[in-house]
């Protein structure tokens, strides 16, 4: 009995980036193996010097040919922008791999968490983070970029470790940038704005978070918003508000005998429901009748 079989040979793609990844390099490593998955998930990664391209010895050590080697940020190719006629434009690794990947995949150019993400390597690969308002404050050490310098300052010459530490903060970035923006869209399209004597307010009924922040910073002297799924309501007024929250917490204790409620120290945050506190119950209070009772306290 005899049979016949074909067997597949399955490669593995090589990315490789220069040692001691920047924000560039890292984020160009990252856009190919989260937004090209079907080719870069499990592609292997190796490192060379700034500018150097791998070897086809050293490429086989990784089990790939070079025509599965893909450079970025390094060796003067498709996705590297240190060459002279490349020098002065606004790109860099990481834009130019994301025009690759929205010729790929075109739904890419409609996001726009990516973009902006996009947008801020470029700057940073430039140095134009020095044109931004308090460039010389502290608090710009506590950037993406500047923590990618700390992690290569507490753990040098550990390309592997700095390049998924990097990952995970691009992770974070794009997922609250695409939190931040969705919320953007919500203050814009589902607010519903009053005013008492203080100034105008913002009630939001939306699971999104974020959108109690931004609309503070939008100028609301109060927002408050229930989550329609969980049914847990959070309300903060402004650090410089000239008023505090403790009548309106005193008038809901005397309505809602269910919900549990935590009425911050500051005067300035009453909650129902957190992410860090487990075991609270959600008010059954509507949002129609919060935003009466605090028009009814704050005038």
């Not at 990664?45 to 599965?68: K, W």
């Not at 002279?84 to 996001?111: Q, T």
């Not at 040098?156 to 691009?170: A, K, R, V, W």
């Amino acid at each position: 009995m005899s049979s016949s079989s074909t067997t597949q040979i399955t490669t593995r793609r090589l990315i490789v980036t220069h040692h001691a990844p920047d924000l560039d390099a890292i984020t160009s490593v990252w856009l190919l193996k989260r937004f090209a998955s079907q080719d870069y998930a499990d592609a292997r990664i190796a490192f060379v010097n700034p500018g150097a391209t791998i070897s086809l010895g050293e490429a086989e050590e990784y089990g790939a040919q070079l025509h599965e080697v893909t450079h970025v940020d390094t060796g003067f190719g498709e996705f590297d922008h240190h060459q002279p006629e490349r020098g002065k434009l606004h790109i860099c690794a990481s834009s130019l791999v994301f025009d690759y990947l929205c010729e790929l995949h075109p739904e890419l150019k409609k996001d726009s968490a990516l973009r902006v993400l996009i947008e801020y390597v470029t700057q940073i690969d430039h140095f134009e983070e020095i044109y931004w308002p308090e460039a010389r404050e502290h608090r710009t050490l506590f950037m993406i970029h500047e923590l990618i310098k700390g992690h290569e300052l507490t753990d040098p010459h550990n390309d592997e470790s700095q390049l998924y530490f990097g990952f995970q903060c691009l992770n974070n970035v794009y997922a609250i940038a695409t939190q931040h923006l969705k919320a953007e869209e919500i203050i814009t399209v589902k607010g519903q704005e009053f005013d008492i004597k203080a100034g105008p307010c913002l009630a939001l009924n939306t699971s999104n978070d974020d959108t109690i922040k931004l609309a503070q910073k939008q100028g609301y002297v109060l927002v408050l918003r229930k989550d329609p799924k969980l049914g847990s309501i959070r309300i903060k007024a402004r650090p410089d508000a000239e008023f505090d929250l403790e009548p309106l917490y005193n008038q809901i204790k005397t309505l809602d005998q269910t919900g549990t409620w935590f009425y911050h120290a500051s005067g300035k945050m009453l909650l129902n429901g957190s992410t860090k506190d487990r075991n609270q119950k959600p008010s059954p209070l509507s949002l129609k009748q919060v935003v009466e009772m605090i028009q009814a306290i704050y005038g």
